[in-house]
Antibody, heavy 116, light 110 residues
């Protein structure tokens, strides 16, 4: 069955960095666009970034552009999100997600807390 | 501020039919498929309909979706206590060139 497993979340101070990872299994990872989507506590879903299937096209939400970098390693079935210059408003659960006619598969999420 | 607009809350009693609305614009709901997601407490969202408005395996036929112009509706019939969750609408936005979502609707089963 399809599985997306995120890791790398935690508590970080404002201005700090964190790298999130997502390992995929149960499907041909290299066939799919992938996204990171976040949800601040008690709030709705916010798309953060996506990357195409071979990794040569990426897009970012304005709120993270220039600070976050999405990447993938199809040989390792893995997706990453490098987050720099973190702000309090980046505090959220970050979901790794597969795109197929919508966001059809979600990981369990990893919590990122930005606080001093 | 979410691109798509949903009511923050909805409620119904067991067995009742409830609807949740989602309003957007011409570049998203008006021209793209709307997807609905159910998020049970403490879990990740789960897709309720794909781009062909079909229910993925395991989604009961009590859940149905419709769209008219720049608005969409999720209807849940035969409401059950297990349906108590947050419901999110989402769509591709052809102008922004990325996914957009509503703020979510918390459904309470009374």
């Amino acid at each position: 069955q399809v599985q997306l497993v995120e890791s790398g979340g935690g508590l970080v101070k404002p201005g700090g960095s964190l790298r999130l990872s997502c390992v995929a299994s149960g499907f041909t990872f290299s066939d799919y666009y992938m996204s990171w989507i976040r949800q601040a506590p008690g709030k709705g879903l916010e798309w953060v970034s996506y990357i195409n299937s071979n990794g040569d096209y990426t897009k970012y939400a304005d709120s993270v552009k220039g600070r976050f970098t999405i990447s993938r390693d199809n040989a390792k079935n893995s997706l990453s999100l490098q987050m720099n210059s973190l702000r309090a408003e980046d505090t959220a659960v970050y979901y790794c997600a597969r795109e197929l006619g919508g966001i059809d598969q979600w990981g369990q999420g990893t919590l990122v807390t930005v606080s001093s | 501020q979410s691109v798509l607009t949903q009511p923050p809350s909805a409620s119904g009693t067991p067995g009742q039919r409830v609807t949740i609305s989602c309003s957007g614009g011409s570049s998203n709901i008006g021209s793209q498929t709307v997807n609905w997601y159910q998020q049970l407490p403490g879990t990740a969202p789960k897709m309720l309909n794909n781009n062909h408005y079909q229910r993925p395996s395991g989604v009961p036929d009590r859940f149905s979706v419709s769209k008219s112009g720049t608005s969409a509706t999720l209807a849940i019939s035969g409401l059950q206590s297990d349906d108590e969750a947050d419901y999110h609408c989402g769509a591709w936005d052809a102008s922004l060139n990325h996914w957009v979502f509503g703020g979510g609707t918390k459904l309470t089963v009374l």
